[in-house]
């Protein structure tokens, strides 16, 4: 759980300090890539210092009540793990593909349920959704260079995913991707 909120956060280009009594190994490797700050050691208040946001995935509860009612009296703000009632805010549960990011949120209702959903998504949504973005991207470009307005955009795009384009992405056969583009649309947004 810490590891994935970790990730989290480097991917949204935040400073990470990690502390811990013990950690696990993904963590261990992302602080000797030198990519978050780890202290091996019990939370103390003033690991808040200077802190914009904290998250509390400590799985002690004592700890975790500790941390949030000291980001309370330092104004930073808080999630505590599966505890909304101690958070100041709610992550969304997410699935990160390329530039797609899924989000699901039970505004704290029920993390466990978001966090189930979000293993549907996983599962639906591939690697191969990060190429349908780059692709559907790439298209939208050429299409407004060629002053089409965003109705003709969208149907175009319509007509192309509910046509299986994510199959032909994941197969990874980019002259059969060419071939069917070619056939879906104009010459001049997928020449040959």
Not at 138 to 158: N, P, Q, T, Y
Request: negative net charge; hydrophobic residues 45%; contains cysteine.
């Amino acid at each position: 759980m810490a590891a994935r909120k970790v990730e989290d956060l480097l991917a949204a280009q935040a400073r990470v300090t990690v502390v811990a009594t013990d950690s696990g190994e993904a963590i261990r490797e992302l602080a000797e890539a030198g990519r978050i700050a780890l202290r091996l050691r019990p939370y103390a208040k003033d690991d808040l210092a200077g802190a914009f946001v904290a998250i509390a995935a400590t799985g002690d509860e004592e700890v975790n009540r500790r941390v949030a009612g000291d980001a309370a009296a330092l104004n930073v703000l808080v999630n505590v793990v599966d505890r909304p009632a101690l958070c100041t805010f709610t992550v969304p549960a997410t699935v990160r593909r390329g530039d797609l990011t899924l989000a699901v949120a039970t505004e704290g209702r029920c993390p466990a349920l978001a966090g189930i959903l979000r293993e549907e998504l996983q599962e639906r949504y591939g690697p191969e959704y990060a190429g349908l973005v780059d692709l559907f991207g790439e298209l939208r470009a050429k299409m407004i260079a060629r002053a089409r307005d965003g109705g003709s955009i969208r149907a175009a795009l319509d007509d192309i995913y509910h046509h299986h384009v994510i199959e032909h992405i994941a197969a990874g056969d980019r002259q059969r991707l060419g071939d069917f583009l070619r056939s879906r649309l104009e010459p001049e947004f997928w020449p040959g």
